[in-house]
C-alpha cells in the first residue's frame, strides 16, 4: 500500500516537518507501507535528506520558498502520480486550505493531515488529524462525525533512535550545554545565547546549527580567566545519542523541544517564531521546561535570563524534578502509536 506524504523543508521554513515526517515514514515502510515524498524543489539539501533514507521522492516545480503553495500545479501534479485511489496522502504542510481537502479526497481513499495551529482548515474529508504537540488539547478542533484526532504528546512524532535511547540520569553537576535553535536562526541567537553562557563561568558548550550556516568550527575562549569550550556541529546523525551527553539544552519551542524532554534531559525553551508559541506557553505551564521569553527579546532581557540560566545551573533538585515530569509525559513510542492508526485506516 504507497502512502504519499506531502511536506517541504528549508532554510526559511525549517526542517521540522520533515523531520517529523521522515519518522513516521520509516515506521510505515516498516510495517508494509511503500511511503512517497512529495516535495517542492526549493531546498537541494532537503531533498537529499530523505533521499538519503532511501524513500522515493517526487519534486514539484516552485519559485517560492514560502508556506504559499500553487494548488493548481499541485493538484494537477498529485492526479498524475496517485494513480490508485486506494492509496493514502498524509499532509504535513501549513499552506493547505480546507478547500484544497475536498479536492484531494476525489484522488485519494484515505486524508491524514498533520496539524500544529489550524484547526479552521480541519474539515469532513480528512479522516484522520494528527497533532502531536504539547498544546494540541487546548484547541477547539471540530467534532467531526467521520474525523479520528490524535492529540497531545501520547502521539508525539520522535525519530526511531530516541524510542531506542535509555532514559536520561541527572548529573549534579551541570557543565555540559546543548544550543539548538534550528534551521530558522536567522538572527543569530545561537551566538546570542553563546556569549551569555561564557560570561557564567566554566562551561562545554555544543551548538547544533541549522544547515543554512556556512561553517562549522571549535574555539577556546578566555573570559576572566575561565575558558569554555564552545564547538558548533551540524548534521548531527544520531541527535539522540548527542543530547544524553548533555546535563542541559537550550532550544527552540518546536520539534527539538520535545526530543530533548523526551529523553528527560533538563531543557530551557525560547519562543522563536510566533507558530511557536502555544507550545512555549504550554510548556511553561506544565513546568516542564524554563522560559527564556521570546527570541527577538533575548539581548533586551539579558540579564534577566542570566539568572535563569544561574539558577538552573546550581539547582541539581530542580534539574531533576523537570527531568522526571518531562519523562511521564512525552511518549517516546508516540510515532509507532501513530503508525498502527495509520495502518488501521485500511
Known sequence: ??????????????????????????????????PIFIIRNISVKAINLIE??????????????????????????????????????????????????????TIVDKLVVIDDFQPDRITSDIDLVINPNISAN??????????????????????????????????????????????????????????????????????????????SKTVNIDVNNKYSEIV?????????????????AIVSASTISLETLSLGLPTLVINIIENQRAIYEELLNQRLAVGLGEGKDFTKNRKKNEGKLKDILSNHEMRKLLSERSQQIINKKGSELVAQKILNLL
Open 52 to 105: 538519503k533514507t532511501n524513500i522515493q521522492v517526487l519534486v514539484i516545480p516552485s519559485a517560492t520558498e514560502s508556506n504559499e503553495i500553487d494548488f493548481d500545479l499541485e493538484f494537477k501534479l498529485l492526479k498524475s502520480w496517485v494513480t490508485n485511489k486506494s492509496s493514502i496522502l498524509l499532509i504535513d504542510h501549513y499552506g493547505y486550505k480546507n478547500y484544497m481537502f475536498s479536492k484531494i479526497k
Open 138 to 215: 487546548n484547541i477547539n478542533y471540530k467534532d467531526l462525525q467521520k474525523t479520528t484526532y490524535l492529540l497531545g504528546t501520547k502521539f508525539a512524532l520522535l525519530r526511531e533512535p530516541f524510542i531506542q535511547v535509555n532514559n536520561y540520569t541527572v548529573n549534579k553537576e551541570c557543565k555540559n550545554i546543548l544550543i539548538v535553535i534550528g534551521g530558522t536562526d536567522n538572527t543569530n541567537l545561537t551566538f546570542s545565547i553563546i556569549d551569555l553562557l561564557i560570561k557564567i563561568g566554566k562551561l562545554n558548550i555544543t551548538a547544533v546549527l541549522g544547515y543554512n550556516f556556512q561553517d
Open 232 to 248: 558548533f556541529k551540524k548534521y548531527i546523525s544520531n541527535m539522540a545519542q548527542e543530547i544524553i551527553k548533555h546535563d542541559l
Open 1 to 34: 500500500m504507497k502512502v504519499y506524504i506531502r511536506a517541504d523543508g528549508s532554510a526559511l521554513i525549517g526542517l521540522g516537518h520533515l523531520t517529523r515526517t521522515l519518522a513516521l515514514a520509516k515506521l510505515l515502510k516498516n510495517i508494509g507501507f511503500e
